[in-house]
């Protein structure tokens, strides 16, 4: 059995450029990865066979169809692999929650079976199924900090901030990303500015908070406590939310945040990776 960890995703900075004719819309955005994800086993067998466990199973319970199934059949088809597999997805990501936990889902699938079957984990063709499967796959197949452009799929891999504490917080509210992209502005802030990974991430912004802070005002005030957090650095949304983040100056006061964390949010302290 091949296992392949699915880090969460973070976007430091989301910058939305333009409503494109394809339905999707242009960015600008600070990829980076946490020390904190979902787990993806992936083994040959007789029998195909999908499973989920993890606190946020429940979520995929009656799903007959989902990224990790439709990864491992785009896989097969691609590389005219005729072995049946055993997908086991262990679910520790909130699902729909900005952190990229589906595609990272999906591209440690896409990972664990080019291993299994001795492919290249650079071959072309991973990328091309990643980019069919979302607009994060690619970035999460890499799973390095990089800038995101194009619908996110066009990258550049750059310098991070290996080791740097952060909290992820969840409210435990669903948002729709379709309606939240629905009520983006249509106003072009501009562009990343250039820099160091934090200094860019300091003066740059997600302009899909606005829009999600209106659906859920739930994260605002989950923006409002970690902005109150002692230690606590660049406060952000990631995604289209509802995940919030904050980096801190010390693992110590990211964990102390942590533990003072309302009980129904979820949180995890954590690093970059």
């Not at 699915?6 to 600070?30: F, I, P, Q, S």
């Not at 799903?63 to 590389?79: H, P, S, W, Y």
């Not at 990643?130 to 999460?140: F, R, W, Y």
Request: proline content about 6%; some cysteine; charged content about 20%.
């Amino acid at each position: 059995m091949i296992a392949e960890t699915a880090r969460a995703k973070l976007n430091l900075a989301l910058h939305v450029r333009a409503r494109r004719a394809d339905g999707y819309h242009d960015l600008e955005t600070l990829f980076a990865f946490v020390d904190h994800g979902d787990t993806v086993n992936v083994a040959i067998s007789e029998t195909p066979e999908f499973s989920v466990s993890g606190p946020f199973a429940g979520a995929l319970a009656d799903e007959g169809d989902n990224l990790v199934t439709r990864a491992e059949r785009a896989f097969c088809e691609t590389f005219g692999i005729s072995a049946g597999h055993r997908l086991h997805l262990e679910k520790h990501l909130p699902v729909a929650s900005g952190i990229g936990g589906g595609s990272a889902d999906a591209a440690a699938t896409l990972r664990a079976l080019a291993r299994l079957h001795e492919f290249d984990l650079k071959d072309p063709r991973l990328f091309a199924i990643a980019d069919s499967l979302g607009a994060d796959v690619p970035a999460c197949l890499f799973s390095v900090t990089a800038i995101g452009k194009g619908r996110g799929e066009r990258l550049q891999p750059i310098a991070g901030a290996p080791g740097t504490p952060v909290l992820l917080v969840n409210p435990g509210v669903a948002v729709s990303t379709a309606a939240i992209f629905a009520r983006w502005s249509g106003d072009d802030g501009g562009a990343l500015p250039s820099g160091p990974l934090l200094d860019v991430a300091a003066t740059s912004r997600n302009d899909l908070y606005p829009p999600a802070r209106d659906i859920a005002p739930e994260i605002g005030g989950v923006i409002d406590w970690l902005e109150s957090q002692p230690g606590a650095g660049l406060v952000r949304m990631s995604g289209s939310g509802a995940t919030c983040f904050a980096l801190f100056e010390s693992a110590a006061a990211c964990a102390a945040a942590c533990k003072a964390a309302p009980p129904h949010w979820w949180g995890v302290a954590t690093a970059l990776v």
